[in-house]
Nanobody, 124 residues
Framework: QVQLVESGGGLVQAGGSLRLSCAAS????????MGWFRQTPGKERRFVATINWSGTRTYYADSVKGRFAISRDNAKNSVYLQMDSLKPEDTAVYYC?????????????????WGQGTQVTVSS
């Protein structure tokens, strides 16, 4: 398994941008597909975006499509989530996840490792 550490969360006004980063340990990062999920208090964790091992395929939740972009740099063992045109409803704890498979997934149970999460708060 890989260990994951997210960073880049914070407080931003509606319409603003944030870039989340997720650093992974280990030498096999390129063997993992990666995903971002988010969770608000009292609700289930929800899928946001996923990317395959090479970065050539991405998939997004409808709620973020056109505003968020997932990318990865295998040389730096990192995955990113660029979030633009943020809305108050994007407020959540964002989690990075790794799946020991070449293809991404929108299913939480398909992921093997999780980060500790980073808080994103969007004010209106």
């Amino acid at each position: 398994q890989v260990q994951l550490v997210e960073s880049g969360g914070g407080l931003v006004q509606a319409g603003g941008s944030l870039r989340l980063s997720c650093a992974a340990s280990g030498r096999t990062f390129s063997s993992y597909a990666m995903g971002w999920f988010r969770q608000t208090p009292g609700k289930e964790r929800r899928f946001v975006a996923t990317i395959n091992w090479s970065g050539t395929r991405t998939y997004y939740a409808d709620s973020v499509k056109g505003r968020f972009a997932i990318s990865r740099d295998n040389a730096k063992n990192s995955v990113y989530l660029q979030m633009d045109s943020l809305k108050p409803e994007d407020t959540a704890v964002y989690y990075c996840a790794a799946r020991r498979d070449y293809g991404g997934s929108y299913l939480e149970d398909d992921y093997d490792s999780w980060g500790q999460g980073t808080q994103v708060t969007v004010s209106s």
